[in-house]
């Protein structure tokens, strides 16, 4: 009895959704086109740490060759991004890595995947909240936030942020209105903003040809710690490195790259799009990769621009940009480095605030969060849901500081690109037809009828090939089938383990000792076999507008690389991770798991199954298909005279 239970909880836990992909009614405005997209990507991963970022990196870890590291980082992103877009085509909804996890790997990673979002989505707003309004006040002279200490002083060190950012607050239920009032107008006000940036950043990288010299790509460090003159900063050793174009050596372009990977992140939110694209099978895929290839472009043309108009070792880590066109002679440009800074970090909120009432709305559409929250107002949009998301992050930025918080978006991000590429390894090797799963949520005694209904059936079914490793390793059928979408199936749950460990370890301070060397020599082995054996398998011919190539390799190094950045978090970021998991744990228990949509789907199903095999059994099916005629082996089916020549 528990054991049945236990997997009856089990099967409950891993219900997947299906979704009909082939329908293109929408209960939101279908009126973006592909240039939104491209523009709302660009705006939301160009933010304002093109200004900063580029400055800070440079100087710490890569020097000029943080180009490179620019470029690892963007290849490791765009793994993650072309698994976006490969599930942009084939499933054109709205919610994202949250629904691409529900039609493959079930509803308790799903409801996981999206309750992470909607963290990473509210931290991501209200920080880049508190930060517009910490720029705009500095531009002003920071007189709001001097009339906030005197008058509304908050004494909770590490708890609550040291006074209250009113006009963040202002900021988020501004934007709040906007995205209430319609798509469309969001759409135009971020594109405004974006092409601003993108003429501020081009301006910078022209700036830097021209006033820029290659000589800073090769310093000599004794000349540099030599230098004599009255308006001279004499660099402390470790500062240089060992100058040229890689100072800090390779493993500093690596720490570079690990930090630069952060930059690409905010693509993602154009998957939560589906259904307010006019095309969503081609202009999500689009938009993606365009977005992505344009960020790099930027970071790429300002990192290099920066680092030529000065020497590494003299950038600010706080604001280089300004620091840099000071050190060549243009002061004036400072002003256009602000208005391209303000621009950014409207666009990157937009791009945080965006995604996050979609992914409410299509939880609370599918019954894991309350339902009050799927309701849409007659222009369309997901009012509900973005009237609680501004909420939300309005009293989060009002009363947190939120830079001990801001670790917390990393995990939900980085978990969303690692499940997203699982669920692509998944889902490429399953057969065409879905499986005809019974209900996962009958009562028992309806349960046990149609697991009768389905042993019975299958006996009459031709039998299926057996599992041996011969035919794990070469596989008889050229189209995917139950056996080897099963052994796909395992290998990527193992697989997913082992990188766990795997990055455990490698993430561990013990990485050089023997014993660690070791174990990920036969973790990396072992992973490898997997990888071919997944790679042996059948792949779906299913013809899509855009496929993740080099499968199976590109999904599984994209896991390697998200999971690792993830283990290379702090405890405390961890902790806090645990519990807001275990809040939303007590929503989905006592809530979602008896409210969801594909729960009461299923049951009704079970039932209209059982009335008809009753019927059936009764003599009451007069007319019955001959699919299901063949499957109950009955003889006299009308239209069987007709089948023999």
Excluded at 126 to 145: M, N, Y
Excluded at 598 to 613: P, Y
Aim: proline share 5%.
């Amino acid at each position: 009895m528990f054991l049945k239970t236990l997997k009856d909880l089990g099967r409950q836990l891993l219900r997947v959704k299906v979704v009909d992909c082939s329908a293109t009614e929408s209960r939101l405005a279908r009126c973006l086109n592909t240039f939104d997209l491209v523009a709302l990507g660009v705006g939301s991963t160009l933010g304002a740490g093109v200004y900063v970022l580029a400055g800070a990196v440079a100087r710490e870890n890569s020097g000029p060759a943080i180009v490179l590291s620019f470029l690892i980082a963007a290849l490791a992103s765009v793994m993650a991004g072309l698994c976006y877009a490969e599930f942009g085509a084939r499933v054109p909804k709205t919610g994202s890595a949250y629904l691409y996890s529900y039609v493959t790997v079930g509803e308790l990673w799903a409801f996981i995947t999206g309750w992470n979002l909607i963290l990473s989505y509210i931290i991501g707003t209200s920080s880049v909240a508190r930060a517009w309004s910490a720029t705009f006040d500095g531009l002003i002279g920071k007189h709001i936030e001097i009339f906030c200490r005197q008058h509304m002083a908050i004494n909770a060190p590490g708890v609550l942020a040291e006074y209250p950012d009113m006009f963040a607050v202002l900021i988020i239920i501004t934007l709040t209105g906007l995205l209430a009032f319609g798509v469309k107008e969001s759409a135009m006000v971020n594109k405004v903003f974006t092409c601003v940036n993108v003429l501020v950043l081009l301006f910078v990288v022209v700036s830097g040809l021209v006033k820029g010299s290659l000589n800073n790509w090769s310093i000599d460090p004794a000349e540099a710690l030599n230098a004599t003159g009255a308006n001279v900063t004499v660099p402390k050793p470790e500062e240089v490195g060992e100058g040229g174009f890689m100072p800090f050596g390779f493993s500093g372009v690596l720490a570079g790259a690990a930090t630069c990977f952060y930059a690409f992140v905010g693509f993602d939110c154009i998957a939560t799009t589906g259904e307010e694209v006019k095309n969503p099978q081609r202009a999500i895929p689009i938009g993606i990769v365009a977005s992505l290839l344009i960020c790099f472009l930027a970071y790429f043309g300002v990192s290099a621009a920066l680092t030529m108009m000065m020497p590494y070792y003299l950038l600010d880590k706080n604001s280089p940009l300004p620091v840099a066109f000071t050190y060549v002679g243009w002061d004036g440009a400072t002003y256009a480095v602000a208005v391209g800074s303000l621009c950014a970090l409207s666009t990157s909120l937009l791009g945080s605030m965006f995604p996050l009432p979609r992914i409410i709305y299509a939880m609370a559409r599918d019954g894991l969060l309350f339902s009050s929250l799927a309701n849409v107002s007659e222009r369309k949009t997901p009012l509900g849901a973005t009237v609680v998301a501004g909420l939300m992050s309005a009293v989060m930025a009002f009363l947190f500081d939120l830079k001990d918080l801001v670790d917390l978006m990393s995990i939900g991000t980085l978990l969303a690109y690692t499940l997203v590429a699982a669920c692509v390894l998944v889902l490429r090797y399953q057969p065409e037809q879905p499986s005809a799963v019974l209900p996962y949520q009958a009562a028992s005694q309806e349960e046990a009828e149609a697991d009768s209904i389905l042993e019975s059936n299958t006996r009459m079914l031709p039998l299926q090939e057996h599992f041996t490793l011969r035919n794990a390793l070469f596989p008889k059928n050229t189209e995917p089938s139950r056996l080897s979408g099963s052994v796909v199936n395992i290998c990527t749950s193992v697989l997913g383990l082992l990188v766990c460990v795997f990055c455990m370890i490698a993430a561990r301070d013990t990485l050089l000792e023997i014993w660690s060397l070791v174990l990920l020599g036969i973790l990396a082995l072992v992973c490898l076999i997997i990888t071919v054996v997944i790679g042996r398998q059948p792949q779906s011919k299913t013809k899509l507008s855009f496929k993740v190539p080099l499968l199976p390799v590109l999904p599984v190094v994209s896991m390697f690389i998200n999971v690792y950045l993830m283990m290379q978090l702090g405890r405390g970021t961890w902790v806090r991770f645990v519990i807001w998991m275990v809040l939303g744990f007590v929503i989905y228990f006592s809530y979602g798991i008896w409210n969801s949509t594909e729960a009461a789907l299923a049951k009704s199903n079970t039932n209209a199954d059982i009335a008809s095999f009753k019927d059936m059994m009764n003599g009451h099916a007069s007319a019955m298909p001959e699919k299901e005629a063949f499957l109950s082996g009955d003889p006299d089916t009308p239209g069987e005279e007709d089948s023999d020549p």
